[in-house]
């Protein structure tokens, strides 16, 4: 595990706390009265340079492949700073800012000036994610993709349910990009999954997760609704993921990645999230 330094843990008491690793500002644990909500691979690397398998990695300002950079963008891989360390609220919830802003190494591939903030709350049953963009540039408008890439851990991802996708359109990678719309109340995984929702309501429940219990998703700002499972075969080409783990895991990942978002100068995008254990 990374130094003690480079994570910073939130404790709201009662066994709840959320832990950021500085490496990409994932969240890599986050659990209600001791029970983890999150999947993260055993064969996850800490290193400080790849990606950290599971948790809530974040995607910016790419999503998926790129030609200038990182799969999935460099906001996952950076080392973030802890604008505001974790503090407790008046309401007993405890929250936490974490930042990125252009350098050297952004600029190498995406050459803008831009700031993030990423604003953490651990509540009781709930986590709460406020993402906020800003443009300083006086004349560069820039485009960008975002996503929370959230690995739900199940007990058998088979037995989930997902709502809230019934009738939307998605790109379904696994078919090169055919489109489709979802005929199904509720979305079910049991093979290999790699879809991209568009324009998704802003709620979705997992049926079947810690404990046979449900997970609530709202988000705000956040038009697509990522569903990813490796699956098998897929499993077995990944080398931070262990052969046999995908029936223990699903994405379900909030995300403006359909289109991008038009950032004009001087202004900001702000989105945001909240997982809820029901």
Excluded at 27 to 47: G, H, M, P, Y
Excluded at 167 to 189: I, L, M, P, S
Aim: aromatic residues 12%; charged residues 20%.
């Amino acid at each position: 595990m990374a130094a003690a330094t480079s994570v910073v843990v939130l404790d709201r008491g009662n066994n709840t706390t959320c832990t950021i690793n500085l490496h990409g500002a994932t969240v890599v644990s986050w659990r209600v009265n001791n029970q983890e909500q999150l999947f993260v691979s055993k064969q996850a690397v800490f290193d400080g340079k790849k990606a950290i398998r599971g948790g809530i990695p974040f995607v910016f300002p790419q999503f998926g492949q790129w030609t200038f950079g990182p799969q999935h963008g460099f906001a996952r891989i950076m080392r973030w700073n802890l604008e505001k360390p974790p503090e407790r609220l008046p309401s007993g919830d405890v929250e936490a800012i974490f930042s990125i802003m252009d350098n050297d190494f952004t600029r190498s591939m995406w050459n803008y000036n831009f700031r993030l903030t990423y604003r953490l709350i651990l509540r009781e049953k709930e986590l709460h994610f406020n993402i906020g963009v800003y443009n300083p540039s006086k004349d560069l408008t820039f485009r960008f993709n975002m996503l929370l890439h959230t690995y739900f851990k199940v007990p058998d991802v088979r037995r989930c349910q997902i709502t809230g996708l019934h009738a939307c359109t998605y790109v379904d990678k696994v078919q090169d990009g055919a489109v489709y719309q979802e005929a199904r109340d509720a979305v079910t995984v049991c093979e290999y999954t790699d879809r991209i929702y568009q324009n998704t309501p802003q709620e979705h429940i997992i049926t079947n997760v810690v404990s046979g219990r449900k997970m609530r998703i709202q988000k705000y700002n956040f038009p697509d609704t990522v569903i990813w499972n490796p699956w098998s075969e897929k499993a077995k080409e990944m080398i931070d993921f262990g052969d046999d783990e995908y029936p223990n895991m699903v994405c379900v990942e909030s995300g403006h990645v359909s289109s991008p978002v038009v950032l004009l100068p001087g202004t900001a995008f702000e989105a945001s999230q909240i997982l809820q254990v029901m």
